[in-house]
């Protein structure tokens, strides 16, 4: 059966981020593998990292409110997508593994000079989110690096930016690559470089793929129509079926974000959205009363 992240953490789905954080604190502080040595504690310290790093960001918690665990399981819902399409639809890849997109990279930490290796599935490491919580004291055999965080554009995340930084006194070009994504962790000399992503006006970013909104009159959905579509790499000329509904989805493929590590991109998602007229003139009133009439006599 599919985790329930607010069941792991044993809150409710209306929980406050403070309670979610609070309950989070007890059960990491229960399981974190350098406290407890019992045989399952490190695959649910696992799990409670798993679910709170979900449910303590508003954009990851409404993505699982909305399509469940699913979305950030390794290569995403299998048949049907959430958008009604195949696999692989938008929220495909979501989750992590060895080629998580949960962020660029995945992680694998080790405790106690390097005994019993804990795979945290992609997500970021659950030891420097405990440290945050409740300073040092555990896993302090492990080296630790010393991180720094740097934001970006959403546009510079997804086609790569090269940024002057600042540290120990000296100024140091960092190349960005492109695809990476709010989170992701970059190594950077003696350092780690933690990226911070502004979000975009335009696109909504989930793993590689990219969603956005087209709105369509009433007449041009119905008759059908060809319009330009803007894409993260520029405008892209699409073709509208007549009849298309509200909240049909048009797939773009290979018109999303760059795989960090291959040569490979994300699809973008066009969900259509029907303006309907505020202010009709009498005679556009009367075409409206002539089709709703005929519709009745059986066109549909």
Same mark, same amino acid.
């Not at 209306?14 to 040595?37: C, F, G, M, T, V």
């Not at 933690?194 to 709105?215: A, M, N, W």
């Given at each position: ?155 510079? #995340?997804?086609? $790569? !930016? %090269?940024?002057? @930084? ?9 190349? &960005? *690559? +492109? /695809? ?40 041009? #959905?119905?008759? $059908? !129509? %060809?319009?330009? @579509? ?9 073709? &509208? *079926? +007549? /009849? ?45 009363? %002539? ?10």
């Amino acid at each position: 059966m599919a985790q329930d992240f607010y069941e792991i953490l044993g809150v409710t789905k209306s929980a406050s981020p403070e309670e979610i954080k609070k309950a989070y604190r007890k059960l990491a502080l229960q399981y974190h593998p350098d406290r407890n040595k019992g045989k399952d504690a490190s695959e649910k310290f696992k799990e409670v990292t798993k679910a709170y790093e979900v449910l303590s960001d508003s954009q990851k918690r409404q993505t699982y409110d909305q399509f469940g665990a699913q979305a950030f399981e390794q290569g995403g819902p299998t048949g049907q997508g959430p958008f009604g399409g195949t696999q692989g639809g938008p929220f495909g890849g979501f989750g992590g593994g060895q080629g998580g997109q949960y962020g660029p990279f995945s992680y694998t930490y080790s405790t106690s000079g390097g005994e019993g290796g804990f795979d945290f599935g992609g997500f970021s490491d659950p030891f420097d989110i405990f440290e945050q919580f409740f300073g040092g004291g555990f896993g302090q055999q492990r080296q630790r690096r010393q991180v720094y965080s740097l934001t970006i554009t959403f546009d510079e #995340a997804v086609h $790569g !930016t %090269e940024k002057k @930084v600042t540290i120990d006194g000296r100024v140091q070009a960092i190349k &960005i *690559p +492109s /695809g990476v994504d709010n989170g992701s962790r970059i190594r950077f000399g003696d350092y780690d470089i933690l990226v911070q992503v502004s979000p975009s006006d335009k696109f909504t970013r989930q793993g590689y793929d990219i969603v956005s909104e087209q709105e369509l009159s009433f007449a041009q #959905a119905a008759l $059908g !129509t %060809e319009m330009e @579509v803007e894409t993260v790499d520029g405008n892209v000329k699409v073709r &509208i *079926p +007549s /009849g298309t509904q509200p909240n049909a989805v048009i797939r773009l493929r290979e018109k999303g974000v760059k795989n960090v590590r291959n040569s490979g991109k994300g699809d973008h998602y066009v969900k259509i959205k029907i303006v309907v007229p505020k202010h009709l003139t009498s005679h556009q009133k009367e075409l409206l009363k %002539e089709f709703d009439q005929d519709k009745k006599k059986g066109w549909f």
